[in-house]
C-alpha cells in the first residue's frame, strides 16, 4: 500500500482497523499522560509565571527568560560548564561506553557477567563519590595530594575542590569514570541478539580482523542500541549535577563548578522560585533536544 | 594461559576457549585477546573501587573506621557492625519486617508493572502501522529530555487529585509510565524480523500470543536490562514526598535514618550501606547471567 493510498482512508476506519495496536499501548499511554505530560506542560506554563510554591503564581510572560539570559551571569558561566562538560565527556563516555561493551562480549560465563559488574559498579553501589572525597582530601593525608608530594611533584598539598581552575578537570575524570551506566547495559544486552551467523557470512566475504568485524558487521546490526545510547548520553551529560554538588559543593567556589541543573536546583529546592527553574528546565530541554537531532543525524551514517 | 606446566585440557574445550567465546576462531588473534585481557584488568581495578570500599568499610570496626589518615583496606575486620545493625533493627516502632514488605510491593510492583506494560506498548509501536505511532513515540523520547526535579510539584498535584497520595501506589503507578523501558524495548524490538511474526500470524495466532511466544522471548536480554534499571530506580526510591505514614514507608528510608545516626552510629551505617548495594547486585548478577544462558549460541536469528 502506497502512502497516497493509505491518506484516502478515513481516520475512523484506519483507527478502527487498528483496534489492537491502540488497545495494547492504552495502559502504557494513560499513565505516561498523567504522569510525565501533564506535569511537563504544567512546568514549562509555570515558567512564565513567577511561583514560591506557597501563594498562586503571578503572570510574568517572557520575563523569566530574558532574566536568565541577559541579566543572570551566573546561569550564562553555568551554561558554558555545561556545554564543557557535555562535549568532553558526552561523547568519549559514548565511545567508553561501547568498547567496554564490545570487549566484555569477548569473554564468557561468569567472567563475563563478573566483568559486567565490575565495570558497572560505579553506577550499582550508590556511594560512588565517598571514594572520590577520600582521593582528593585537600590536606596531605588525601590519597592525590600524598601520592603527588611523595613523588615530588608538590611541595604543598593542593585543595583542589577549593582551586577554581581544578574544579571542572576533576568533574570531567570523575564523570568518565562515572560513564559506563544506562548505555554501557544497553549495548551489551544488543551485543547478545545480534545474529551470530552474520559474522559467519562476513568472514566468508572477506573480513580479516576484529575491528573490520566491529565496524562492518557489529556496529550496523545494532543500530537501534546506538540510538537509545546516544539519547541517555546526552541526558545524562547535560543534566550532570549530582557530582558537581557532591564533591564541589553547591555554590561551588567561585561557580567553578555550577551547571544548569546544580543552578536549577539552587533556585528551585534552595530560594524557592520555581518559575524561573521551570524556565531553567525549559531551556535545558531545547538544549538536548537541539543536540539529540544532530546526533541522530550522524549516527544514520555509522558502517557506510 | 601462560602457565609452564603444560594446561590441563578439558575434555570439550580448553581454558582459552571458555575465556573466550567459541566464535574467538574467527578474526581473533590470540595477541589481541591477551592485549585486550590485560587492558581490561587494569581499568578493572579503578572501576571497582567503590565495591572494595564498601565491603571493607562494613568490616571495619568503629576505630579503624574514623582512623585518620583514612585507609580503603581494613586492618582487623569484623562484623561487629552487622550484629549491632541487626539489634537496632529489631528494637524500631515499626516492625522492621514490614519496611522489607513494603519494599518488596515497592519495588516488585514498579518493575514487573513497567516491564510488562512498557513492552506492551512497545510491540505496537515497533512492529504495527497505525496513525500517530510517530508522533506518540517522539512525545516519549522528548519526555526523557525535560529535567524530573521540576515537574514533582505538578506530579503532587496529579497524585493528589487521584487520591493515592500517602499509598504504595503512588510511587508504583508513576513507575509505570516511565519513558526509559518503553525507549529500550522499541528499539530491541525493531530488529525482530518480521518474516518471524508474519509466520506466527499465519499460523493463527492472535497478537497476544505472538507477544508473548515470539517477540518476548526474542528481546529477553532486553527485558533483563530493562529490569535491571527500573529495580535500581525503585529501590533507591525513599518514598518521602508521597508517603507519610510510617508502617507504609519502604526499607532504603529506615536504612537512611539509620545511616543519619550521626558518629556512634558510623559503623551501623557501614553496615546498611553494604545491605543497600548488596541486593541490586544480586539482582543484577542473576539478571545478567541469565541473560547469557539463553542468548550465547543464537541471537535473533530467521
Known sequence: MTKQNEYKIPLRTQIAKNRVSYLMIAPYFLIFTFFTILPVISSMVISLTYFDMLSMPRWLGWGNYLKLLLEDDI?????KNTLVLAVVTGPVSYVLCL?????????????????????????????????????????RYGYLNGLLI???????????MKTYNYVLPVLIVVQLWLSLGTGFLAFIAGLQTIDKTLYEAAAIDGIKNRWQELWYVTLPAMKPQLMFGAVMQITGSFAIADISIQLAGNPSVGYAGATIVTHLLDYGGVRFEMGYAAAIATLLFLLMVGTNKLVQRLLRRVGE | MVSGKPMVIIEKETLRERLFPRRSKLNRSRAGNALLFTFMAICGVFMALPLVMIVNNALKPLDEIYQFPPRIFVRYP????????????SGTWVPFSRYIL?????????TVGHVIIASFAAYPLAKHKFPGKTFLFTLVILS??????????PNYVIISYLGINNTHLALIIPAWGYG??????????????????????????????????????NVKPAWLTLAIFQFNLMWGNTGYLFIRSEELKPLQFAMQQIMAGGPARAGEAAAVAFVLAAIPITFFLLCQSSILETMTTSGIKE
Not at chain 1, 108 to 125: D, E, K, V
Not at chain 2, 78 to 89: G, Y
Not at chain 2, 189 to 216: N, T, Y
Open chain 1, 150 to 160: 611523595r613523588w615530588g611533584f608538590l611541595q604543598e598539598p593542593v585543595l583542589w
Open chain 2, 102 to 110: 513494603n519494599t518488596i510491593i515497592i519495588t516488585g510492583g514498579g
Open chain 2, 144 to 153: 526523557l529530555m525535560f529535567t524530573w526535579q521540576v515537574t514533582q510539584i
Open chain 2, 180 to 217: 526509559i523501558g518503553l525507549y529500550l524495548m522499541k528499539q530491541f524490538m525493531e530488529q525482530i524480523p518480521d518474516s518471524l511474526i508474519e509466520s506466527a500470524r499465519i499460523d493463527g495466532a492472535s497478537e497476544m500470543r505472538v507477544f508473548w511466544l515470539i517477540i518476548m522471548p
Open chain 1, 99 to 139: 568498547l567496554f561493551a564490545w570487549i566484555i562480549n569477548e569473554f564468557r560465563g561468569r567472567l563475563r557477567a563478573f566483568l559486567t559488574l565490575i565495570f558497572y559498579a560505579p553506577s550499582i553501589s550508590g556511594q560512588a563519590f565517598l571514594i572520590w572525597n577520600i582521593i582528593l582530601t585537600g590536606d
Open chain 1, 75 to 79: 546561569f550564562i558561566l553555568a551554561l
Open chain 2, 78 to 89: 569484623t562484623f561487629e557492625n552487622f550484629t549491632d545493625l541487626f539489634v537496632q533493627m
